[in-house]
Every structure is written in C-alpha cells, then in structure tokens.
Nanobody, 125 residues
C-alpha cells in the first residue's frame, strides 16, 4: 500500500520561503500523478500544484503561479514544493497526494485517492 510522508512545514513571515517534501513508500508502480493540496481553516481543500511523474508536466493553481514550484526526484521517490514570496493567505495545512490516472488528468484536482498526513504552513504578516 502506498504511503506518503510529508515534511517541511512551519512558520514564516510574509515574503519568506519554505520547501515541503513528500516521500512515497510501499508502491509497486509509482503513481503517475502526484501533487500538493491545501486546506485553510474553514475552507474547502484546494489543489495547489501537480506533476506527471513520468513525463514531468506540471500544473499550478492561479493563486500560486510564479511563486510555487513543484519538482520531483524519482530516484528518491520524493516530491517537493518550493514556496517563495509567501503570503498570509497561503496559511493552511498542506497535503501531498497521489493517484493512478491518465496523465492528462493530473491537472484535475478532483477525487485523488492517496493522501499524506498533512503539514501546517503558517505565514504571518
């Protein structure tokens, strides 16, 4: 069974940077879609960024384009999210997710089946 383990959350002032990591364990076939989601207090969970693990295509929510970068190290089975120019509205619990689906649907943030435990990111003004 695939397990996703996240690390790297924390607290930072507005304008600062953080990098999240997510390592996948226990898979026979690497999920072909991996991504990051977030859920702020009182709000619905939203997709932030995703990647086709085989092909490398990346997708971003409009709210983070130009500030966040998703990347992967396939040799380490690890996904990263580099977050720069952080804003208070980026405060949320960030979740790593994965799924097996057609590569063209990696940008579709609905119904992902594999989830990490979440890591808190807090940005103060």
């Amino acid at each position: 069974q695939v397990q996703l383990v996240e690390s790297g959350g924390g607290s930072v002032q507005a304008g600062g940077s953080l990098r999240l990591s997510c390592t996948a364990f226990g898979y026979t076939y690497m999920p072909n879609c991996m991504g990051w989601f977030r859920q702020a207090l009182g709000k619905a969970r939203e997709g932030v960024a995703s990647v086709v693990t085989g092909g490398g295509s990346t997708y971003y929510a409009d709210s983070v384009k130009g500030r966040f970068t998703i990347s992967q190290d396939n040799a380490k089975s690890t996904l990263y999210l580099q977050m720069n120019s952080l804003k208070p509205e980026d405060t949320a619990v960030y979740y790593c997710a994965a799924d097996y689906r057609l590569s063209g649907r990696c940008s579709d943030y609905a119904n992902w089946r594999l989830w990490g435990q979440g890591t808190q990111v807090t940005v103060s003004s």
